[in-house]
């Protein structure tokens, strides 16, 4: 279907464009054929109607010619006989108007008899310059699929170093507790088998339900609380509205991972993890907060999880989304907002 026939104000934008249009035709046709504008508008109204509507099967021809493939004596060729074409039919139908106009005005088809060479020529140049509009109108189409294309590419690269990365971390953990408390580590293994699958199976889609998330970050959370026991404390605040908001899979779970890695492990008597997540001004806001050591050395500045997080909302959102962090005696606090969305359901 034509992109102009898809959207309504597209629709009203293009035939309004061809108001200035008419009005170059109606002034052309009147000096030719020494017409009032009374009789000038009668016959050029829908004259430019039939002719706007004519203009819009270039798109057509257009796709079955591309520029950068097709010989451009062939493209020149096909353009000019569709203008033609086009022209005829509309030049067609003026004989009919006329011959329906005359019986309020007698005399209106022998004055507009030296219009025709005008009206004719100003059909076939605009008909060739709505040629060259769709081309123009194909060329933004094609750039906006290929940005398109593009970020889903970033955002498939991006997601895929999500979960090597945590496997990476949570292999380490399980190898330390091998020699402390093996129960433990076989525990954690089925504990990770169970987030690992989970994370597969959201990872092959592009959106879930923000619940979902949440249910992710629980099986991740059950895993890391094997390895610290009640060194780990984690308090929740967050409104069930939330559940419903589309997000990209893998989106909290890096950042409670964060907290943990860089905030809960650095303390000799663990701590607490606050996971909020409210509604507020059409955006989802979600927020992490726990303690850390600042003494301890820093690893925030190279962490992946942020930087991975942060690349995902831009490559998804643009500015859309922000991603803040909010460092103060000894708390670390990072702050999720993304629009709210929900999946629409067929």
Not at 16 to 30: E, F, I
Not at 75 to 93: E, N, R, T, W
Not at 153 to 159: N, Q, T, V, W
Not at 323 to 329: E, G, K, N, P
Request: proline share 5%; with cysteine; glycine share 6%.
């Amino acid at each position: 279907m034509h992109p102009l026939l898809q959207n309504r104000n597209s629709l009203l934008a293009y035939f309004s464009a061809w108001v200035p249009l008419g009005a170059m035709l109606g002034v052309a046709t009147s000096g030719a054929g020494h017409l009032d504008w009374r009789a000038t508008l009668a016959v050029i109204t829908p004259v430019t109607l039939l002719l706007a509507l004519v203009c819009l099967s270039p798109w057509y021809l257009c796709r079955g010619l591309p520029l950068n493939t097709t010989p451009h004596w062939k493209v020149l060729a096909y353009h000019c006989v569709a203008a033609m074409l086009g022209s005829s039919l509309v030049l067609f139908m003026v004989p009919f108007l006329l011959e329906l106009l005359a019986h309020f005005r007698p005399r209106i088809e022998t004055q507009f008899e030296p219009a025709m060479r005008v009206l004719a020529g100003m059909c076939f140049l605009f008909f060739l310059l709505s040629v060259a509009l769709h081309y123009m109108l194909q060329a933004v189409e094609s750039s906006r699929q290929a940005e398109v294309l593009s970020r889903e590419a970033e955002l498939k690269a991006l997601k895929a170093q999500v979960n090597p990365h945590f496997l990476f971390n949570s292999l380490n953990s399980i190898s330390a507790l091998t020699t402390i408390d093996p129960a433990k580590a076989r525990e954690m293994c089925v504990r990770l088998s169970d987030f690992l699958r989970n994370s597969l199976r959201m990872g092959e889609r592009t959106s879930i339900p923000f619940g979902e998330e949440l249910a992710l970050a629980h099986t991740y959370l059950d895993v890391e609380q094997i390895r610290f026991g009640k060194r780990l404390r984690v308090r929740q605040d967050l409104d069930p509205a939330c559940n419903d908001c589309e997000v990209p899979p893998l989106l909290v779970q890096p950042l409670v991972e964060n907290a943990i890695k860089h905030g809960i492990a650095s303390l000799t008597q663990g701590g607490e993890v606050s996971l909020a997540a409210h509604i507020s001004n059409g955006a989802l806001r979600f927020s992490v907060e726990n303690r850390f050591d600042p003494d301890a050395p820093s690893q925030r500045k190279s962490g992946f999880g942020l930087l991975n997080v942060r690349s995902r909302l831009n490559a998804r959102y643009g500015s859309a989304a922000h991603l803040d962090i909010q460092v103060s005696d000894g708390h670390y606090r990072v702050l999720l907002s993304v629009p709210f969305t929900k999946e629409v359901k067929k």
